[in-house]
Antibody, heavy 120, light 107 residues
Framework: QLQLQESGPGLVRPSETLSLSCTVS??????????WGWIRQAPGKGLEWIGS???????NYNPSLKSRVTMSVDTSKIRVSLKLTSVSAADTAVYFC????????????WGQGILVTVSS | EIVLTQSPDFQSVTPKEKVTITCRAS??????LHWYQQKPHQSPKLFIK???QSISGVPSRFSGSGSGTDFTLTINGLEAEDVATYYC?????????FGQGTKVEIK
């Protein structure tokens, strides 16, 4: 059974960079048919798509965050990374990693999520 | 960007009652519309993919329909375990977007 586990600091200072990892177990991260996504949810709010990354490096980002987001896949460490620069309180949210396939664009697998608070 | 608008925002339902949640897209998305269930403090769980395709392990009382701009998630006979927030999600056009969510509670 595929499992995704987010990790990273729970507190980030304003204007700094948020860095999260998603460790994949129970399945391959470098299969030619899977894409890895990041979705976030501000407290009490709905879901916001941040972007997705293919293991060979191609990415798609939400234009609202594109200038600040970088996603990558580290196949040797079996993890997917998210970096978000110049954070503010508006970036406080639970961050989820998730997987969809190349033929099925619904997110079938999700991590449990990690709460990141931006505060000084 | 495609905007997904769900209605209602909140629904209070008696057990075994039928629940209908709609999701309207701001432009046609074919059937690239998926439904998720999210319970408090949990990650979303895929319940319906591509408008009407069922997901293994999801109770058969859940069904989806629609195409183009109008979609429906139906729960035929609400059970206590169905109390949750439901989100639609479109994968037709980047950036992918979600509806604002519909919270379903037991009356």
């Amino acid at each position: 059974q595929l499992q995704l586990q987010e990790s990273g600091p729970g507190l980030v200072r304003p204007s700094e960079t948020l860095s999260l990892s998603c460790t994949v177990s129970g399945g391959s991260i470098s299969s030619g048919t899977y894409y890895w996504g990041w979705i976030r949810q501000a407290p009490g709010k709905g879901l916001e798509w941040i972007g997705s990354v293919y293991y060979l490096g191609s990415t798609n980002y939400n234009p609202s965050l594109k200038s600040r987001v970088t996603m990558s896949v580290d196949t040797s460490k079996i993890r997917v990374s998210l970096k978000l620069t110049s954070v503010s309180a508006a970036d406080t949210a639970v961050y989820f990693c998730a997987r969809h396939s190349g033929v099925n664009y619904a997110y079938e697998y999700w991590g449990q999520g990690i709460l990141v608070t931006v505060s000084s | 960007e495609i905007v997904l608008t769900q209605s209602p925002d909140f629904q209070s339902v008696t057990p075994k009652e039928k629940v209908t949640i709609t999701c309207r897209a701001s432009q046609s998305i074919g059937t690239a519309l998926h439904w998720y269930q999210q319970k408090p403090h949990q990650s979303p769980k895929l319940f319906i993919k591509y408008a009407s395709q069922s997901i293994s392990g999801v109770p058969s009382r859940f069904s989806g329909s629609g195409s183009g701009t109008d979609f429906t998630l139906t729960i035929n006979g609400l059970e206590a375990e169905d109390v949750a927030t439901y989100y639609c999600h479109q994968s037709s056009s980047l950036p992918w977007t979600f509806g604002q969510g519909t919270k379903v509670e037991i009356k």
